[in-house]
């Protein structure tokens, strides 16, 4: 499973994209605004530390502003994934801008028979977002399960599944176990994930013995 980080802290994706682990980024509009800066350049600056897709959302919600912002997000770098949302337009404009050989994310999905439509399209990648799911008391995993389910059954889907809106670490065990393409992690989630309290533990005392022998490697 490929590791997205979903962030537009650029802080955060160098210090993460420096352990080899990040296969590429996630912004949305709401992360944009809590960096304060301007949103191109944003994009720019991520895609030049990482190789892999960085998504970058389009603000209009009609067809044609939709594709038109879509060429301008393309013309940042090669790895620009164009994000669209989820409605009649972006399905559209999704499929315009997929033909155009852009990548297409298309976001807000909250149920499979949307994620069917999103592949009809062309996306490359599909974005439900299970946090939010878990939020109403719906069960975000379940959309996972049927997403996989519905695509396995189509050769012709390439549409990635892209699970979005992650809260902790057991979504990404789950996302795993379902056989997602990808998950989004916000960076402190991502963190936890390498995080064991029993390996804490082991290397204390690793430590400590190693401390006896008074020897050193180097
Ligand atoms: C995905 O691309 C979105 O940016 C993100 O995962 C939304 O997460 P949230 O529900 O925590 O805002």
């Known amino acids: 499973m490929k590791f997205f ?42 895609c030049s530390v990482v190789d892999g897709p960085v998504s970058a959302e389009v ?29 009649m337009d972006g399905l559209k404009a999704c499929r315009t801008i997929s033909q155009s050989g852009s990548m297409v ?15 009809k399209a062309g996306a490359s990648f599909i974005s439900p977002f299970v946090g939010r799911l878990d939020d109403i008391g719906h ?23 892209l699970v979005a809106s992650i809260r902790h670490p057991m979504h990404v065990v789950e996302a795993a176990r379902l056989g997602a393409d990808v998950c989004t992690v916000p960076p402190d989630v991502l963190r936890k994930l390498a995080l064991h309290p029993l390996t804490d533990k082991g290397l204390a005392a690793f430590l400590a013995d190693w401390e006896k022998t008074g020897q050193s490697i180097l």
Do not use: H, W
């Open 105 to 119: 994310n298309v976001t807000l999905c909250f149920s499979p028979v949307q994620a069917l439509l999103a592949a």
């Open 5 to 46: 980080v979903d962030t537009a802290d650029i802080g955060e994706i160098r210090d993460l994209a420096e352990t080899g682990l990040l296969d590429g980024v996630t912004t949305n509009p709401s992360l944009v605004a809590k960096t304060g800066r301007d949103f191109i350049d944003v994009i720019k600056e991520i």
């Open 139 to 161: 069960d975000g995993m379940e959309l996972i399960e049927q997403i996989v389910d519905i695509y396995e059954n189509y050769d012709t889907i390439t549409t990635e599944v």
């Open 59 to 87: 603000a209009a919600t009609d067809y044609q502003t939709m594709v038109d912002e879509g060429k301008k997000l393309a013309d940042i770098a090669d790895n620009v994934a164009i994000k669209v949302p989820l409605t």
